[in-house]
Protein backbone atom coordinates (compact mmCIF):
# COMPACT_ATOMS: atom_id res chain seq x y z
CA UNK A 1 0.00 0.00 0.00
CA UNK A 2 0.97 3.79 -0.08
CA UNK A 3 3.47 5.09 2.34
CA UNK A 4 3.40 8.48 4.01
CA UNK A 5 3.44 11.57 1.87
CA UNK A 6 4.47 14.97 2.05
CA UNK A 7 4.22 18.00 0.43
CA UNK A 8 5.70 20.00 -0.75
CA UNK A 9 9.01 17.94 -1.51
CA UNK A 10 11.12 21.11 -1.59
CA UNK A 11 9.94 25.23 -0.39
CA UNK A 12 12.45 27.85 -0.91
CA UNK A 13 10.94 30.48 1.21
CA UNK A 14 11.82 34.17 2.14
CA UNK A 15 12.60 35.54 5.76
CA UNK A 16 9.25 36.53 7.23
CA UNK A 17 6.59 34.52 4.99
CA UNK A 18 4.55 32.01 6.26
CA UNK A 19 4.74 28.17 5.26
CA UNK A 20 2.81 25.36 5.21
CA UNK A 21 3.76 21.75 5.39
CA UNK A 22 1.44 18.89 4.45
CA UNK A 23 1.69 15.07 5.29
CA UNK A 24 -0.83 12.49 4.54
CA UNK A 25 0.12 9.68 6.44
CA UNK A 26 -0.61 5.67 6.04
CA UNK A 27 -4.38 4.59 5.78
CA UNK A 28 -5.78 3.71 9.23
CA UNK A 29 -2.64 4.82 11.21
CA UNK A 30 -4.35 6.72 14.33
CA UNK A 31 -0.72 8.26 15.71
CA UNK A 32 1.31 10.76 13.57
CA UNK A 33 4.13 12.15 14.48
CA UNK A 34 6.43 15.70 12.88
CA UNK A 35 10.36 15.08 13.28
CA UNK A 36 12.60 17.99 12.39
CA UNK A 37 16.17 17.12 10.84
CA UNK A 38 18.97 19.59 11.00
CA UNK A 39 22.54 19.81 10.86
CA UNK A 40 22.87 21.24 13.97
CA UNK A 41 20.14 19.37 15.93
CA UNK A 42 20.06 16.43 14.22
CA UNK A 43 16.73 14.46 14.12
CA UNK A 44 14.56 16.10 17.01
CA UNK A 45 11.04 15.22 17.86
CA UNK A 46 8.05 18.16 17.00
CA UNK A 47 4.74 16.83 17.85
CA UNK A 48 2.89 13.93 18.15
CA UNK A 49 -0.85 13.34 17.29
CA UNK A 50 -3.44 10.74 18.61
CA UNK A 51 -6.25 11.10 16.06
CA UNK A 52 -7.06 14.84 15.41
CA UNK A 53 -5.54 15.90 19.71
CA UNK A 54 -2.03 16.94 20.09
CA UNK A 55 -1.76 16.21 23.99
CA UNK A 56 1.83 17.08 24.49
CA UNK A 57 2.93 20.52 22.06
CA UNK A 58 6.08 20.60 24.25
CA UNK A 59 8.80 19.76 21.28
CA UNK A 60 7.51 23.00 19.17
CA UNK A 61 10.34 25.44 18.82
CA UNK A 62 8.50 28.44 19.63
CA UNK A 63 5.31 29.72 19.32
CA UNK A 64 5.63 30.49 15.88
CA UNK A 65 5.00 27.03 14.80
CA UNK A 66 1.68 24.95 14.93
CA UNK A 67 -0.36 21.79 13.68
CA UNK A 68 -3.53 20.32 13.31
CA UNK A 69 -4.67 17.30 11.92
CA UNK A 70 -8.25 17.26 10.49
CA UNK A 71 -10.47 13.75 9.88
CA UNK A 72 -7.83 11.73 11.87
CA UNK A 73 -5.68 11.71 8.79
CA UNK A 74 -3.96 14.60 6.82
CA UNK A 75 -1.68 16.79 9.05
CA UNK A 76 -0.18 20.19 8.55
CA UNK A 77 2.57 21.96 10.13
CA UNK A 78 2.40 25.61 10.25
CA UNK A 79 5.47 27.93 10.47
CA UNK A 80 4.71 31.54 10.55
CA UNK A 81 7.27 34.34 10.31
CA UNK A 82 9.91 31.81 9.07
CA UNK A 83 13.32 32.79 10.20
CA UNK A 84 16.54 31.10 8.86
CA UNK A 85 17.17 28.97 11.36
CA UNK A 86 13.74 27.03 10.63
CA UNK A 87 15.46 25.97 7.95
CA UNK A 88 16.03 21.65 7.97
CA UNK A 89 14.24 18.61 6.25
CA UNK A 90 10.21 18.23 8.17
CA UNK A 91 9.85 14.50 8.46
CA UNK A 92 6.25 13.41 9.08
CA UNK A 93 5.53 9.95 10.58
CA UNK A 94 2.69 7.80 10.83
CA UNK A 95 2.01 4.72 13.62
CA UNK A 96 -0.92 2.42 13.85
CA UNK A 97 -0.99 3.48 17.57
CA UNK A 98 0.90 5.26 20.20
CA UNK A 99 2.18 2.47 22.02
CA UNK A 100 5.59 1.71 21.54
CA UNK A 101 5.67 -1.52 20.05
CA UNK A 102 4.02 0.53 16.19
CA UNK A 103 6.65 0.53 14.18
CA UNK A 104 7.09 5.01 13.07
CA UNK A 105 7.00 5.31 9.41
CA UNK A 106 8.57 7.88 7.55
CA UNK A 107 7.54 10.07 4.67
CA UNK A 108 9.87 11.56 2.15
CA UNK A 109 10.42 15.36 3.80
CA UNK A 110 9.92 18.40 3.13
CA UNK A 111 13.08 20.26 3.20
CA UNK A 112 12.43 23.97 4.20
CA UNK A 113 15.27 27.03 2.86
CA UNK A 114 14.41 30.09 4.60
CA UNK A 115 16.46 32.90 2.31
CA UNK B 1 15.27 11.45 29.87
CA UNK B 2 16.27 9.33 27.51
CA UNK B 3 19.12 9.84 24.84
CA UNK B 4 20.74 7.42 22.26
CA UNK B 5 24.54 7.76 21.41
CA UNK B 6 26.10 6.85 18.13
CA UNK B 7 29.85 7.04 19.06
CA UNK B 8 31.19 6.55 15.52
CA UNK B 9 30.15 9.60 13.07
CA UNK B 10 31.45 7.68 10.16
CA UNK B 11 32.69 3.42 9.70
CA UNK B 12 34.65 2.17 6.82
CA UNK B 13 34.08 -1.24 6.00
CA UNK B 14 35.78 -2.94 2.56
CA UNK B 15 32.53 -4.97 0.57
CA UNK B 16 31.80 -8.74 1.90
CA UNK B 17 33.45 -7.93 5.17
CA UNK B 18 31.41 -7.52 8.19
CA UNK B 19 29.67 -4.47 9.70
CA UNK B 20 29.21 -3.25 13.16
CA UNK B 21 27.73 0.05 13.85
CA UNK B 22 27.41 1.08 17.69
CA UNK B 23 24.40 2.75 20.06
CA UNK B 24 24.28 2.86 23.16
CA UNK B 25 20.93 4.16 24.96
CA UNK B 26 19.84 5.79 28.41
CA UNK B 27 16.10 5.23 28.91
CA UNK B 28 13.95 4.49 32.37
CA UNK B 29 12.49 1.34 32.10
CA UNK B 30 11.93 -1.33 29.61
CA UNK B 31 12.84 0.11 26.00
CA UNK B 32 11.78 -0.33 22.88
CA UNK B 33 14.23 0.31 20.23
CA UNK B 34 14.99 0.88 16.48
CA UNK B 35 17.57 0.97 13.70
CA UNK B 36 16.80 3.30 11.20
CA UNK B 37 18.41 3.82 7.95
CA UNK B 38 18.33 6.91 5.57
CA UNK B 39 19.77 7.07 1.45
CA UNK B 40 20.20 10.62 0.39
CA UNK B 41 17.74 13.05 -0.05
CA UNK B 42 15.14 10.13 1.04
CA UNK B 43 12.88 10.02 4.31
CA UNK B 44 14.20 7.19 7.49
CA UNK B 45 13.21 3.42 6.12
CA UNK B 46 13.27 1.51 9.09
CA UNK B 47 15.31 -1.45 9.42
CA UNK B 48 14.51 -3.43 12.77
CA UNK B 49 13.28 -3.40 16.06
CA UNK B 50 13.83 -4.90 20.00
CA UNK B 51 10.38 -4.89 21.42
CA UNK B 52 10.90 -7.85 24.10
CA UNK B 53 11.72 -11.62 23.49
CA UNK B 54 15.20 -12.94 22.00
CA UNK B 55 18.50 -10.50 22.21
CA UNK B 56 19.19 -11.19 18.56
CA UNK B 57 16.81 -9.15 16.13
CA UNK B 58 16.96 -9.77 12.18
CA UNK B 59 15.59 -7.31 10.03
CA UNK B 60 15.71 -6.09 6.46
CA UNK B 61 18.18 -6.83 3.86
CA UNK B 62 20.17 -8.93 5.84
CA UNK B 63 21.19 -6.67 9.20
CA UNK B 64 20.50 -7.77 13.07
CA UNK B 65 21.24 -6.15 16.09
CA UNK B 66 21.64 -7.44 19.49
CA UNK B 67 20.50 -6.11 22.57
CA UNK B 68 22.51 -6.19 25.58
CA UNK B 69 20.79 -5.05 28.32
CA UNK B 70 23.84 -5.20 31.16
CA UNK B 71 25.62 -2.75 28.51
CA UNK B 72 22.71 -0.59 27.47
CA UNK B 73 23.40 -1.42 23.80
CA UNK B 74 21.91 -1.97 20.41
CA UNK B 75 24.73 -2.52 17.99
CA UNK B 76 23.56 -2.99 14.36
CA UNK B 77 25.90 -5.77 12.59
CA UNK B 78 25.64 -7.34 9.42
CA UNK B 79 28.25 -10.48 8.10
CA UNK B 80 28.68 -9.06 4.91
CA UNK B 81 28.44 -5.86 3.80
CA UNK B 82 27.32 -4.41 -0.12
CA UNK B 83 28.37 -1.17 -1.17
CA UNK B 84 25.00 -0.58 -1.58
CA UNK B 85 24.47 -0.94 2.25
CA UNK B 86 26.51 3.08 2.20
CA UNK B 87 24.25 5.24 3.64
CA UNK B 88 23.51 7.13 7.31
CA UNK B 89 22.19 5.05 10.06
CA UNK B 90 20.49 5.83 13.32
CA UNK B 91 19.78 4.54 16.19
CA UNK B 92 16.60 4.93 18.00
CA UNK B 93 14.57 5.04 21.46
CA UNK B 94 11.27 5.01 22.86
CA UNK B 95 9.98 4.87 26.06
CA UNK B 96 7.91 2.33 27.13
CA UNK B 97 5.00 4.13 28.17
CA UNK B 98 1.56 5.47 26.84
CA UNK B 99 2.83 8.87 26.46
CA UNK B 100 3.38 9.53 23.11
CA UNK B 101 6.38 7.33 22.03
CA UNK B 102 8.14 9.51 20.61
CA UNK B 103 11.39 8.46 19.64
CA UNK B 104 14.59 10.13 20.49
CA UNK B 105 17.43 9.41 18.07
CA UNK B 106 21.33 9.20 18.07
CA UNK B 107 23.34 11.37 16.10
CA UNK B 108 23.38 8.78 12.90
CA UNK B 109 26.54 6.59 11.91
CA UNK B 110 27.86 7.01 8.32
CA UNK B 111 28.54 4.19 7.14
CA UNK B 112 30.79 3.61 3.45
CA UNK B 113 30.98 0.59 1.82
CA UNK B 114 34.01 0.02 -0.57
CA UNK B 115 34.29 -1.97 -3.58
Known amino acids: GAGVSQSPSNKVTEKGKDVELRCDPISGHTALYWYRQSLGQGLEFLIYFQGNSAPDKSGLPSDRFSAERTGGSVSTLTIQRTQQEDSAVYLCASSLGLAGVHTQYFGPGTRLTVL | AQSVAQPEDQVNVAEGNPLTVKCTYS??????LFWYVQYPNRGLQFLLK??????LVKGSYGFEAEFNKSQTSFHLKKPSALVSDSALYFC?????????????FGGGTRLMVKP
Open chain 2, 27 to 32: VSGNPY
Open chain 2, 92 to 104: AVSPNNNAGNMLT
Open chain 2, 50 to 55: YITGDN
